[in-house]
Structures are given as structure tokens and as C-alpha cells.
């Protein structure tokens, strides 16, 4: 069992599904401060981390937005482009200068509708990325709302 996040793309993916994945990718970089993407925009893209780091944040009704996570080398940033209605459910920010590979959704989906065998690999990536990104979200959450002293994690 691989000790690297389920995040990153090495622990998901295999050598020829990455290479053929990568194939796709252009590289993009970002300053510190700049936004990614906004919650409720359109999700077309998404990205890999080569280098730096990039917030992950959701905004609170009546409140700023709150970070969930901080994404580094070999992440993937942005899941909403696989999903209706294709729209941000998080917001991303770059918190360093960051260097990412940025792949077009499009591309992407029209190589996964051609390999059933890679569409699968990466649905399971995505999905891997889902499940921990749900579950960091809930804890930050629960550290920032519930009841001090409450034990209401189950």
C-alpha cells in the first residue's frame, strides 16, 4: 500500500495512464494570491502541482471563505470539470508562486470516452481525491463550528 497522499497522482495512476495523461498537459503558473478558480464558476480545466502551494477554500453564508486544505507537488487541484453541472464546489487560490500542469477537461473526457480501461483509472483517482477532500472538509468544518468540548465527529 503506497504512503503517498490519494491525491497525488503517482499513488493513483498507473506509469502508462499518468504518460498518457500527461500528454495532454500544458505548463502554467500562477502568483501568489492568484485564484485558480471561484465557487459556482465553471469547471473546463484542472490542474497537477509541480510546484508550490494551492489553498483550497469554501465560503461560509455571512462569512469569508475558509480553507479546507493546502494541495503541494503531484496534487490534483480541481475535480468539479467530471461532474454536472461542471461548476466549482470549492474555490483555489495559489498560496505560493505556484507551477502546475493544466489539462483541458475537454481533451481529457474525449481520451476517457475512447479507453474505457484509462476512463476507469482516472474516475477512481478522482473518486479517491472525492472521498479525502469530503472528509478534510468536514473536519475543518467541524474544528471551526461545532461546540467546543462536543464530541459530534461520528
Known sequence: MSMLSPTRIAAS????????????????HFPEGARLFTEGAPADRFWIVRSGAVTLDIQVPGGRAVVIETMGQGELVGWSWLFPPYRWQLGAEAMTPVR?????????????????????SVNH???????????AARVRLLDLYAPHGSDITR
Open 125 to 135: 483517482w478522482v473518486g479517491r481525491v472525492l472521498s479525502h477532500r469530503l472528509q
Open 13 to 28: 495512476l498507473s506509469a502508462e495512464h499518468r504518460s498518457r495523461l500527461m500528454a495532454l498537459a500544458r505548463e502554467v
Open 100 to 120: 502546475t500542469n493544466e489539462f483541458d477537461s475537454a481533451a481529457v473526457l474525449r481520451m476517457m470516452d475512447s479507453d474505457p480501461v484509462f476512463a476507469s
